[in-house]
């Protein structure tokens, strides 16, 4: 199974680096993507993201997350109306998440944190972690992504010492913990704009993606560098990560994993 990352694409007025990306993901089953999909969250915005993505990939399966910029002011109206138009069969549950099978043996759970201060946090007292461990619990698929805008604090990019995490602390140690619960977790996140990274759990065989922006990212020990798109082979007994840039192909991490 080809899959297709995507994060961070702050869709405004111009689609050259989007139409990059999307032809970089070539002979893809679905794409996915991780959050900030809209610079405003702007209903116009969207209806030019959805035009974009439907001219290049056709009836391609895509499936999204919100990010910060999707939902200002904890309004995420204009965002969930373009996630029900770019797949109208998905149905999310009530605290906001969704599962979704890919394949027989792979499946997806999408997380949708608000935004509040400069802090995510899962609304309602966390029920879409309450969602996500009994998904996990009840599923017999052997690969579960779990796709969320911003990443754990242990997989951030950009931690140190004192960083605070993105997600609301007593929630992200939660969901920390119940991703180390399980195997065969991939966990896909955007937010940094940092080169994306691939942090691999040998002992629970959980791969954690940072996967950077389509717009310029950047790194402590690296000059500016052009946005990225992502490719995910998910094979019978390993799983093959493609992370390049979108305008000269150039390769930022390429390195296979067992499954």
């Not at 910029?69 to 998440?97: K, M, S, V, W």
């Not at 798109?229 to 067992?258: D, M, R």
């Amino acid at each position: 199974m080809r899959i297709g990352l995507l994060s961070d694409i702050h869709l405004s007025r111009k689609i050259n680096r989007l139409a990059c990306a999307l032809n970089a993901l070539t002979g893809i089953s679905c794409l996915l993507i991780a959050g900030d999909l809209a610079d405003r969250a702007d209903p116009a915005q969207y209806d030019f993201l959805h035009a974009c993505i439907r001219q290049q990939l056709g009836d391609t399966p895509v499936y999204c997350v919100s990010g910060n910029h999707d939902n200002p002011a904890r309004d995420d109206a204009a965002y969930r109306q373009f996630e029900q138009r770019i797949n109208p069969t998905l149905l999310p549950d009530e605290c906001g998440a969704f599962r979704q099978q890919l394949s027989p043996g792979v499946e997806l759970i999408g997380l949708n944190p608000t935004y509040h201060q400069k802090q995510f946090f899962f609304p309602e007292r966390g029920r879409q972690l309450d969602f996500l461990q009994q998904t996990l619990a009840a599923s017999t698929a052997r690969t579960h992504i779990i796709l969320c805008h911003p990443p754990l604090l242990l997989h951030n990019p950009q931690r140190d010492s004192s960083m605070q995490p993105y997600i609301a602390k007593e929630q992200n140690d939660r969901l920390q913990q119940l991703v180390d619960e399980h195997s065969g977790i991939l966990f896909v996140s955007g937010h940094t704009h940092l080169a994306p990274t691939a942090e691999w759990d040998e002992a629970r065989r959980n791969l954690y993606i940072n996967n950077g922006s389509i717009c310029p990212t950047t790194a402590a020990d690296r000059p500016i560098q052009q946005g990225n798109a992502t490719l995910l082979e998910i094979g019978e007994n390993a799983l093959s990560l493609c992370i390049q840039g979108i305008h000269t192909g150039k390769l930022f991490h390429q390195q296979t994993y067992p499954r």
